[in-house]
């Protein structure tokens, strides 16, 4: 297990910010921490960088308590956190050799320029930073996050300020560094959609509290249909016991419409459509918060 978050709790002036949070996440996973502002995903993340002392429960980073073993644990970890802040007047080549001298860490010129190609900053690197697009300085904040060469990365709204261009491309690097590197990633972001395509577990925070966590992708249980005549068709639909729920209808899980269609035929009813409704991650999250 890369990450375990053991019933993390915390307040501020008496308020309940994060009540009572647990989390396992499997090495080379990308995992996603998803909540309205003001859910408790920001200070969560604070716990694990260990910003922020929980009122009870601990945080582990590879096998290494945050609140412990802190050098231990974090030394192992890559963050994207709030807003990156670089100093303008430096080149964001130069931003890095800082961020990396105050760090102690002694990191060769070659791991420097693998991160920035990696974040696909090569050509700006040695432009100031005051000319740089939030877009870019998201890129350096990652490009940072990966100079040291971590096995988990965390990363706080990545899209944050990119073009759809810088979406897509974020979307591939984060695949890449699963894929090829083995990293663990955890990642919060408003894009649902991009959620939805890089991760299959994820923990939804609502009013500081856990209301889901695992996969959240079910087998549908809602099909459209589309018949001639509809009256004598959603009749026999009523008959096989599925239910009407709008303009859909509700089936038993694993469905199989085969033997359905077959006799919908044989009864002269005429099938144009039968598909399945598929959840999509924002139905799902409206869901679960509403609960």
Sequence with gaps: MM???QNLSKSFGGRPA?????VNISQGEIFGLLGHNGAGKSTTFGMMLGMLTPDHGETFIGGYSVQRERRQALGR???IFETPAFYDYLSGWDNLRFFVSLSGQNISRARLEEAVALVGL?????DRV?????GMRQR???????????EFLLLDEPNDGLDP???????TLIRRLRDERKMTVMLSSHLLSEVELLCDRVAILHEGRMVFEGVWRKSSTLWKFAL??????????????????????????????????????????????VTPVVQTLEDFYREAIHQ
């Design 130 to 134: 005051k000319a740089y697009s939030h």
């Design 228 to 273: 001639d005549p509809v009256e004598r068709g959603e009749a026999l639909l009523r008959e096989v016991g599925l239910l009407a729920q709008g303009e859909c209808w509700l089936a038993p899980d694993n469905f199989d419409p085969s033997p359905l269609i077959e006799r919908l035929v044989r009864e002269g009813i005429a099938v144009r459509e």
């Design 122 to 126: 090569t050509e700006r690197i040695h």
């Design 18 to 22: 994060v009540r009572d949070v647990s």
């Design 140 to 150: 350096l904040g990652l490009a940072q996050a990966l100079v040291p060469s971590p």
């Design 3 to 5: 990450v375990r978050l």
């Design 165 to 171: 261009l810088g979406i897509l491309e974020m979307r």
């Design 77 to 79: 970890t890559g963050a």
